[in-house]
Nanobody
Framework: QVQLVESGGGLVQAGVSLRLSCAAS????????MGWFRQAPGKDREFVAGISRSGGSTSYADSVKGRFSISRDNAKKMVYLQMNTLKPEDTAVYYC?????????????????WGQGTQVTVSS
């Protein structure tokens, strides 16, 4: 069983960059594909980015492709989300999640472990 703790959120202006971090403990981190999801007020939780167990395969939502980058460090049990050129529509609570599948999926049901979330607010 893995526990996840996100950090790095905050209030920023549009156009700047922010990096979210997710620290894992317990379990075997390299056994999990990892994903980042977000949920804006009044909206459903949506997939943002995912990375395979080894880090060799990544996937992104169309809305963040080219601006966001997901990476992981299995030795440190960390996963990161580098967010560039932030937009007000990126405002949401961002969640880190772990899936026992080898490859990340966009389906939140496939993720059995979730962090508590970190707020990202982008002002215009």
């Amino acid at each position: 069983q893995v526990q996840l703790v996100e950090s790095g959120g905050g209030l920023v202006q549009a156009g700047v960059s922010l990096r979210l971090s997710c620290a894992a403990s317990g379990g075997t981190f390299s056994s999990y594909a990892m994903g980042w999801f977000r949920q804006a007020p009044g909206k459903d939780r949506e997939f943002v980015a995912g990375i395979s167990r080894s880090g060799g395969s990544t996937s992104y939502a169309d809305s963040v492709k080219g601006r966001f980058s997901i990476s992981r460090d299995n030795a440190k049990k960390m996963v990161y989300l580098q967010m560039n050129t932030l937009k007000p529509e990126d405002t949401a609570v961002y969640y880190c999640a772990a899936s026992s599948l080898a490859l990340a999926t966009t389906n939140s049901i496939q993720y059995g472990y979730w962090g508590q979330g970190t707020q990202v607010t982008v002002s215009s």
